[in-house]
């Protein structure tokens, strides 16, 4: 199939040994399958070519499409194959691998509750956009994310046809030790759906693996449903303080999980389930030390969008607990530990400063001399490479909404004291987009589709008054004969956003004139966010020299998240004239998604 993307791309012959799968929504390779593929390609080569990408940190590219295809050419040893080669970043590359896959009607169960996960993760957690993006019910999405509590022995069995999806439906309700051994028995046995149900009803629940409340003035303390209140009628297999309402658990569970992200989404700015991420989409985020991002990085990342925690949601030892902080834009995080990690090492012509020094100290040293202590040089103390500055960190939803606020205001008033032609280029700009997403051809001269909004303003500027009039009136013609039923961007606010960051950065606004720090912008930012505004602004310096600053410090900051605010504009600061580095740095790129 024709994989739908607005990058560029090109089609080449490359080495098989050079690509590696890094995510592919398919979980279920069968052998026969796979042979009989390799011997038609044997017969008749190869049709259509894999899709890759570049990867960012080696020679060789990751697979986004046809790893079925990639398999049987391995099988038949083939050294070479032709490959589309599609320039795009990480992000662009799983949005392709699941539309091609999902795309396909043999898509196990499981593979599909895999690609559910991952939309619903680009959508934000919005359930009816997955299933809208997904072409499925609402019922449909509901029912394959349930297969995210199943254990990989599940999902796989589901995969390989071995049990049906009522089998996992049932299992995924239990914990994760018991879907195991429950799996074995029903595969070993052929046990049916309805056997199972049946025997699921009975199965309990330790009540010591619960992560609510189910002490002494708990519902569970009186409940009948809780074992330990019917002395020894189950016998051995069930002694102790056991639940055997399944249900009654699981939803008291996901309503301790969700309270516990709500807390969590004060400080972080993302806070996810284990069960709505796949693994590969974040990491540790680490300041020092192997896979650090060093302490100047480090405290950048506290502000951004990705800086969060997760939570743990599948029924194993680890339910509950929360694994903080972490970066949920990996490809982001790879490129600052590869900067943080180039910036120690020593510069190459420090060494070479270094290697004279010790060369001279060698011959002309009195004998017995003893080098300094720890056996370093003087040089040696300048020999680590200058750090690379901290790039600016990508706004939280919240504080990115906040930061467009004055946005909106500077490319309105752009616009109003310009002539015509700003406003011409961003109807056609805006006109063009709708047409493309809703899959109407663009007129020729309007070109959106893989280029940057603020350069595709900047290029219609360059023309002249008739041309841009001429255009508009080509664009406005296709909006009323073209088809819009289901353009994303005449549904939401991405959009304007993109549009006005574009004029800021295209026009060179000062948001200096157009912003102040308040109440409502620091309300929207977390706790941390908060924090790394204060201290970039040099309110933290300016409240620590004040009489009793450090206590006053240290209060603000174990004050809660919805006092903190009020607690900082009362402190007195001056804050005429600071600009936040998300407010100056204001991107298109930053704002879709929000």
């Known amino acids: 199939m024709s994989l739908e993307t607005a990058a560029p791309s090109e089609v080449a012959v490359i ?94 169960v499981a593979e599909e509750a895999l690609a559910a996960r991952d939309e619903l993760d680009r959508a934000g957690g919005d359930r009816a956009a997955a299933g809208s993006k997904l072409g499925w019910s609402q019922s449909k999405l509901a029912s394959r994310l349930l297969l995210l509590k199943a254990s990989m022995a599940v999902l796989d069995a589901v995969a390989e046809g071995t049990i049906d999806i009522g089998h996992a439906e049932l299992l995924a309700g239990l914990p994760e030790a018991m879907q195991d051994k429950a799996l074995g028995r029903v595969i070993a046995n052929n046990v049916s759906v309805a056997a199972l149900r049946e025997d699921v ?73 284990t069960t709505e991420k796949d693994p590969a989409s974040y990491t540790a985020l680490i300041q020092n030390g192997e896979g650090g991002v060093g302490p100047e990085q480090y405290n950048a990342c506290r502000g951004c969008q990705f800086f969060g925690a997760l939570l743990h949601a599948k029924h194993d030892g680890r339910l509950g607990q929360t694994e903080r902080p972490i970066c949920f834009n990996v490809e982001c995080n790879r490129e600052h530990v590869r900067a943080y990690a180039e910036s120690q090492k020593p510069a190459p012509e420090a060494t070479a400063q270094a290697a004279d020094s010790e060369a001279t100290a060698t011959h002309t040293k009195p004998a017995g001399t003893k080098p300094p202590s720890g056996g370093k040089t003087a040089t040696n103390a300048k020999l680590k490479a200058k750090p690379k500055r901290a790039s600016a960190p990508a706004a939280s939803s919240g504080a990115a909404k906040a930061a467009m606020k004055p946005a909106y205001t500077a490319a309105a008033k752009t616009l109003l004291a310009s002539g015509t032609k700003e406003p011409l280029a961003v109807a056609i700009l805006a ?51 073209g088809k819009q039923a289901n353009c994303q961007f005449s549904r939401n606010d991405v959009f304007p956003a993109v549009i006005a960051a574009s004029l800021v950065q295209g026009q060179g606004v000062d948001m200096a004139t157009h912003f102040t720090v308040d109440e409502n912008y620091l309300a929207a930012h977390t706790k941390e966010g908060i924090t790394v505004v204060l201290e970039e602004s040099g309110f933290k310096t300016w409240l620590l020299g004040q009489d009793e600053g450090e206590k006053r410090w240290k209060a603000l900051l174990a004050s809660k998240k919805a006092d903190m605010p009020k607690d900082v504009m009362k402190a007195g600061f001056a804050w005429a004239g600071f600009v936040p580095s998300a407010v100056a740095s204001i991107s298109p790129r930053s704002f879709v998604g929000v």
């Open 15 to 108: 080495p098989l040994a050079s690509v590696r799968v890094v995510y592919n929504p398919r979980r279920s390779f069968k052998q026969e399958a796979l042979q009989r593929l390799a011997d038609s390609i044997r017969e008749h080569d190869l049709i259509q070519p894999i899709a890759v990408r570049p990867a960012d940190d080696s020679e060789g590219y990751e697979l986004i499409a046809g790893e079925r295809r990639l398999r049987a050419m391995r099988l038949l040893e083939r050294e070479n194959a032709p490959a589309r080669i599609i320039y795009c970043d990480a992000v662009e590359a799983r949005r392709l691998a699941l539309l091609e896959n999902t795309d396909r009607e043999n898509l196990s």
């Open 201 to 273: 009803k009975g199965v309990v629940i330790p009540l010591s693996t619960a992560i609510f409340d189910t002490g002494a003035q708990s519902a569970c303390a009186t409940c009948p449903f809780n074992t330990a209140l019917q002395g020894t009628l189950f016998g051995e297999a069930v002694a102790g303080a056991n639940c055997k309402n399944r249900q009654c658990f699981t939803e008291k569970t996901n309503t301790e999980l969700e309270a516990r992200r709500a807390r969590l989404q004060e400080d972080y700015a993302t806070v996810a389930l």
């Open 431 to 481: 006109m063009a987009k709708v047409l493309n997403e809703a899959g109407v051809s663009l007129p020729d001269g309007v070109v959106v589709t893989g280029r940057k909004p603020e350069d595709v303003i900047a290029k219609l500027l360059g023309s002249d008054e008739a041309a841009l009039a001429s255009l508009f009136n080509t664009c406005a013609a296709a909006m009323v004969v």
